[in-house]
């Protein structure tokens, strides 16, 4: 099931990615910190990137989907599947 999830800026977030197309794995949250943004939303560890602002994550790399994060100043968008 996907879900939308906006986080207000700026950064940091608060949560870690793994995984990318040059991995071979599907990009995951791997790690939220307590208390950060992404904590006070519901993300959850082991959810799904499906997009990031809109754009597609399925065949990101880790560097290009940690540069879409990095790039998002205001608002972060993420499409997650639990």
Request: hydrophobic letters at 35%; a positive charge.
């Amino acid at each position: 099931m996907a879900y939308s999830v906006t986080l207000n800026g700026p950064g940091p977030w608060g949560f870690r990615l793994q995984g990318g197309k040059d991995f071979n794995m599907p990009l995951t949250i791997s790690r939220i910190t307590p208390g950060s943004k992404a904590a006070q939303s519901q993300m959850n560890q082991g959810d799904l990137v499906v997009a990031i602002d809109g754009v597609n994550a399925d065949s990101m790399t880790h560097l290009e989907a940690q540069n879409k994060i990095k790039s998002a100043s205001h608002n972060l968008s993420l499409t997650l599947q639990k």
